[in-house]
């Protein structure tokens, strides 16, 4: 294995940390895919036989990608957040990332990113680099051009501009609990239970590969869609899937079936079933125990 393959091979095993990174500075799933493809291209131009902390290194460069990116779009006065309650867009797929499983399951995509929109993108950086992602405030220093000390500042600043506001930090873990409490009603065959954690009009859509698959194409009422998942998802797994909390099933190290669940007013008003193999391919999955 030559050194471009070798570099190749390793970035891939951090490409859900460096999306993680872009997408909270950028608010946007296609720009921070964008930024992870250039990091690459500035990485591979560079070449990585002199770096000693890989990570680092990578981190360093999308985010220097993304606050230039994020400079621009200022300057333009252009608003990119996506209108939807959670991006759950393909993205690539990548390995569990600790980092990644924490910070996506202690907020909620869109919301947060309209919180941190009230910064400067100075000031993002360092709150999402440090607060979000533990990365010293010597590394960050470097990307904003000042000192440690004036880059504690800034994220001292983010800190107090977001005081005060909506900041759903334990929202996500209240949608874990519902999801949890899903899966376990669901291989428990415990009908009654599901029927507390659906809303009235829920609705199961499945794709095209799922229902060749023997899904039903669509599922309309709790009663119903208890009925459809009690006994069932002996398999599933929790996970975070492209950020947001669902579920997966795979066999033979193969991910089959990806669940995404939609909530309002902490009960589930919609589950889709994702068995496209292009589809699953560019999601983002990160396992989690549970």
Known sequence: ????????????????????????????????????????????????????????????????????MLQSRRTRREEPIEGREED???AHAGAGDPEWEVV?????????????????????????????FGVPFEEIATI?????????????RARRRLRG???????????REVVEAFLAASRGGDFDELLTLLASDVVVRADGAAVSGGA???????????????GRARGARLALVDGAWGAVWSTGGRLRVAF?????????????????????????????EG
Do not use: C, K
Not at 43 to 58: E, F, I, Q, T, Y
Not at 165 to 175: E, I, L, S
Not at 217 to 224: D, F, K, L, M, S
């Open 216 to 230: 039903v194409a669509e599922v309309r009422g709790a009663r119903a869609v208890a009925r459809t998942f009690s």
């Open 144 to 156: 904003v051009d000042r000192s440690p000390a004036a880059t504690r500042q800034l994220a001292s």
């Open 165 to 175: 506001r909506d900041v759903p930090a334990r929202r996500g873990a209240a949608r």
């Open 1 to 68: 294995m030559n050194e471009q393959e070798w570099l190749a091979e390793r970035f891939e095993t951090h490409r859900a940390r460096l999306r993680a990174v872009a997408y909270r500075m950028l608010g946007s799933a296609s720009e921070a895919d964008d930024a992870v493809q250039e990091s690459w291209l500035r990485a591979n131009r560079a070449g990585a036989a002199d770096v000693d902390n890989l990570r680092a290194w990578l981190t360093t460069i999308v985010a220097r990608v993304s606050l230039n």
């Open 104 to 132: 996506e399951a202690d907020s909620v995509g869109l919301a947060l990113l309209v919180v941190l929109e009230a910064l400067s993108p100075a000031e993002r950086l360092a709150f999402v680099l440090h607060d979000l």
């Open 88 to 90: 759950t867009r393909p």
């Open 260 to 288: 995404t669940f939609a909530l309002v007013d902490g009960v589930i008003v919609a589950i889709d079933l994702l068995a496209d193999a292009v589809t699953l391919d560019r999601l983002s999955v990160v396992f989690v």
